[in-house]
């Protein structure tokens, strides 16, 4: 690759979203171990992109990496109904236990 190409490159904004390809070569996980880590909270759950298509949220790969194993994702999520009859997420992110 001659040096314009990776000038390039390393010009190019970071994508949003990543995709199963990605998220397998940045983490270095297998895919069992991806999904597996997924269901118990541990890694944070892909979005709907449309369609079928599935992918990660770039703010949410970048927390997991910062801290693998203290990552807890939202610990719920309360669906109500607006005044204009439109639905409205809330959204409560996993708080800390106190020690004692």
């Known amino acids: 690759m001659s040096q314009s190409n990776v000038a390039e490159k390393l010009d190019q904004p970071e994508p949003a979203f990543y995709r199963m390809a990605d998220v397998l070569r940045i983490t270095a996980l297998?895919?069992?171990s991806?999904?597996?880590?997924?269901?118990?909270?541990?890694?944070?759950?892909?979005?709907?992109?449309?369609?079928?298509?599935?992918?990660w949220r770039r703010a949410a790969l970048l927390e997991?990496?910062?801290?693998?194993?203290?990552?807890?994702?939202?610990?719920?999520?309360?669906k109500n109904t607006g005044s204009a009859?439109?639905?409205v997420?809330?959204?409560?992110?996993?708080?800390?236990?106190p020690s004692t």
């Open 89 to 97: 997420r809330r959204v409560a992110a996993a708080t800390s236990q």
């Open 64 to 78: 997991w990496i910062e801290d693998p194993v203290g990552y807890r994702p939202l610990t719920h999520c309360v």
């Open 34 to 55: 991806l999904y597996r880590r997924i269901a118990s909270g541990d890694f944070p759950a892909p979005v709907s992109l449309g369609g079928r298509a599935k992918g």
């Open 30 to 32: 297998s895919r069992s």
């Open 85 to 87: 009859g439109g639905r």
